[in-house]
């Protein structure tokens, strides 16, 4: 009896262990953004070229609302292709990609997107004021909204090829409203 | 080309920590020298793999090397020279790679200092330091290369983060390293012990000093983050019991009862287990605190990222953890003590209340820690404790261990006579008693505060009583006062640097208590030549100002300060970082003995008409780094090496 007991000492650590093993599957940063399932706000800005860029005007589109900064590394830089890439793949098929730059100087975005050959309309959002509104807390962040200009996903971090393709097919496959 | 030859090199000292952890151990189970010396040559070429890996990326950071990924993320070309430096540690990749060379230095030391005495244990403690090297060399290789590479190179990185950009940030992790890697040896050791069967007090002989020297490099590292916290952060505090906070506080709480009860175990032969156990705990909870910044499993404003590295360092400490106590449970039989305890009122007793305090205060402080999963995994909702969880808990806790620290070193051993309790201690109550009476007609009206001056003028007093006792007593066999005070240190270097250590720790816990009794503090907006009063002081807004440095922006207003007499301008500010969303406050102070000025700059008009400012009067925070300070003192003493022979 006495042998066995003192195999217990080991064991005591194993509930920790368990605890670390469970906390460590979870993300404390997970934090569901209140926007979900919510219209979104509206935003009129400038694209670098000059051209104006309003989310009113993509209304019945799956559009993906990317933010991005050209410091912002090494995240921003890993999804730029990606974007890239998607968005020509599927402008045919009712999405729209679009770039906001936050707290960023003007020649360094635009290095940015020739560096990557962006294509698909990015603007400087100079006052932050949508940054704000839509609650980004850190770059890169990206919001998928639906064809009804509700945000559906808010995707935290660079946006992977799978990310992209399954949140939009999902946002395309529906018809009407929900 | 750099990226390929770092990783080439951690790869080569990976490959070589391996086989020196396997040759010693094999020598160590065959007795054949030749192998040990062998993981000795192996050691020599990870120290030098790793310093030149270390070097390499100092280099890449210096020369702005955007190719490699953790360059790019950490760096950017506006930041200045120094921040470069200190850049190489400022995250998770360098971070490993300091705490891999710190450990090679450690397990050279270890090489230099025991190859020739401690035939039994020296190889198997080698082993154990080489294995865990091989931990630390495996993340770098496989989970947090700091070499990978970045393509394409991006024309400016990242930056470091601000927070960081801070003189303290070159000391505070360097210190609080060499703590948690320090803790490496006498647990090594306590392998070793155990895996030899030899579980004796030689392996607390050993590393006597070692711990002593792991234990005020942790104490020292808490003491500059605490100073970092209070200077850079803008809250006006040292201390928030953050996770990571307290993942360095736990290893200092068990580390202390371990330097403790070792003593025991020296003079009486108990608490063998005991001892063993908590050198485990200590170093277990070392891992424990880096998996917590590094993992990301608590949310905390140090955590650095998540990734593989969570699984890795689990698996380790997993690891770790199961094979140690599952020695001890091996050599459970061994580890039974010959002695008991003779009676309650002892030294024995004391310094066995101390231990049972410091470890409760760990488990607290590690229950607290883990709450929030504990309550996610449970009920599924996230909550945390706060400081008020905390401070509640180990205030009673540290109050008592600060009266043990009066009674401990002078109690009698086995069992205290009326004699001996009366001669040591009459005074001192007396003394402390008059000091709560006197902070009383002071109009000290904080029943804490008061406790804690009584429970701290008692402890220094049984000090000055033992002090002024042993000089007596050389100068009655004709010595002078200098010599024989001096002597005295020099001769118990151990024992009297151990006072000098409480007393620092009386002088912390007096900054602790008076700043959180009698701070006071007030935020109010005004408009430019208008004035606030704060505690004697008035405070003039003259305006704002704006520069551009070289990474960042800076508003920073001034603010006219006078008393009694004129005090100068102090210019707060607030810096904006392209790459933080928020703006860091720049806190500008005044320190003082007895109290500190410290003004934090809030929202403002952008035409400078009208700030927002916090102004703290902070009472007796000095206390605290002065308290560092003589900690320093006293265990530079007490390292020393021991003149007793020659007494």
Known sequence: ?178 | MTADVGFGMTVVALVLAVYGGVAAALGARTGRSALVESAQHAALGIFTLVTACFALLTYAFLTFDFSIRYVASNTNLGTPFYYRITGVWGALEGSIILWSWMLALYTLILIVRHREGARELYPWALATMLGILAFFLLVMTVAASPFQRQLPVPADGRGLNPLLEDTGMITHPVALYLGFTGFTVPFAFAMAALAAGRVGDTWLVLTRRWTIVAWYFLSLGLLIGGWWSYHVLGWGGYWAWDPVENAAFMPWLTGTAFLHSVMIQERRRILKLWNIVLVILTFGLTLFGTFLTRSGVIASVHAFTQGSIGALFLGFLALVMLTALGLVAWRWDALRSQGNLDSVVSRESAFLLNNVLLVAAAFTVFFGTVFPLLSEALRGVKVSVGAPFFNQVNVPLFLSLIFLMGVGPLIAWRRASLENLKRNFLWPVVLGVVAAAIAFALGVRSALAALTFATTVFVAATITVDIVRATRARLRVGERLFPAVGGLLRRHNRRYGGFVVHLGILIIALGVTGSHAWSVQTETTLRRGETAELAGYRLRFDGLSAAEESNHFKVVGAFTVTNSRALGVLRPAKKFYPQEQAPIAYVDYRLGLKEDLYLVLGDFARDGSQATIKVQVNRLVSWIWIGGVVLTLGALLAILPERRASA
């Open chain 1, 1 to 178: 009896m006495r042998r066995l007991w003192r195999w217990l000492i080991p064991l005591a650590v194993l509930p920790v262990l368990v605890l670390l093993a469970y906390g460590f599957r979870m993300s404390p940063r997970d934090i569901p953004s209140p926007l979900l399932d919510k219209p979104a706000p509206t935003f009129a800005l400038t694209t670098l070229e000059g051209a104006p860029l309003m989310l009113a005007a993509h209304r019945g589109k799956v559009v993906v609302l990317n933010f991005w900064a050209s410091w912002c590394y090494p995240g921003c830089y890993e999804e730029a292709p990606i974007l890239e890439k998607n968005w020509r793949a599927y402008r045919e098929r009712g999405v729209v990609v679009l770039g906001v730059a936050i707290q960023d100087k003007r020649e360094a975005a635009e290095k940015f997107v020739r560096d990557f050959g962006l294509t698909f309309p990015n603007a400087q959002d100079l006052t932050g004021t949508v940054s704000v509104d839509f609650g980004v807390y850190g770059v890169p962040e990206t919001f998928f909204l639906d064809r009804q200009g509700r945000i559906r996903v808010k995707h935290v971090s660079a946006v992977t090829d799978v990310v992209f393709r399954e949140t939009v097919e999902r946002l395309l496959a529906e018809t009407g409203a929900r």
